[in-house]
């Protein structure tokens, strides 16, 4: 996927055209509304740049601010984000605002517990809190609370609200192996957060799952099918549970009969995690397998 930066960065500048675009002479936005055009942008820029960062192994550590009014502010712009489409990120990516930007803001404050986990010292207890206020969200989530599109067949909207549920199961993982796992230094706690890791990739893969078998079970609905936003099935599959393996591989050898170019890579690496992962049962290493994979490899990836 080393062509997918400069994938972005022309998604980048096309958005900053638009927003040059609809200023008036003064430089301030002629309307608080996005237009159509500039709003599908900052949308696909927003999910696309935020799965892009949630697997970059490169990110420069960031300290947190220690001032209080400091670390409010930069908590609060962790849920600061312009508007987006909701409508297009479900129906393009089967995911919403809501848990891109869970998935944003865990990236965020992953940056700041690596700065205090390579100079060695106490992570700041505002810090802590805005972690403890992130998981406190994810857990609260519901897809109730979601305005889902409608879909034109109830076969439609139950893949939908699949997926979406999938999306969620993996940042509930990615939260748990980013932020919570890393500080709990507790064998008993880290056995539990291990098992709500395990339980979390096993829900997504049954959802994912499910998808398969729902198109399948019914092709005139989906005549033009498509793989899976593959976010959800490699954050899982990575910490799959060695009972699940068998149904992992499964599933990532139905999305290569979609295909598309970066499946096969993924799929080579989560296997590779897995190999990694067998040999480090007994680790204590704080990182999730597939993160030391990439650095070691030095592989750049995209699942989408």
Known sequence: MSEFP????????????????????SGRAQSMISPPAEKYLNTIFYLQSTLSLSTDCDLTPVPWPTHPQRACRRESSLYAILALDDDCLQYTYGTTTQITMFIHATATLFRSISYYASEGGGVPESLLQAIRNLSEKVDAWSIDLENII???SVEMGKVMRMHIL???NATCIFVLTHLILPLSADPEARQTLSGQIRFHSSQSLSRLQSIEDIKQQTSRVFQHQTA???WPGFIASCEAAQEDRPGWIAWWEQMLTYRIGNIASLYETVVD???LADRWQNSSSS???WRMLLREKGRVIIAL
């Open 6 to 25: 400069l994938h972005l960065s022309a998604f980048r500048a096309l958005q900053l055209q638009y927003q040059e675009k609809y200023r008036n002479g």
């Open 287 to 289: 990182l999730p397998a």
């Open 166 to 168: 999938a999306f969620h």
């Open 150 to 152: 409608n879909f034109p």
């Open 228 to 230: 899976s936003i593959l």
């Open 273 to 275: 995690v897995w190999h």
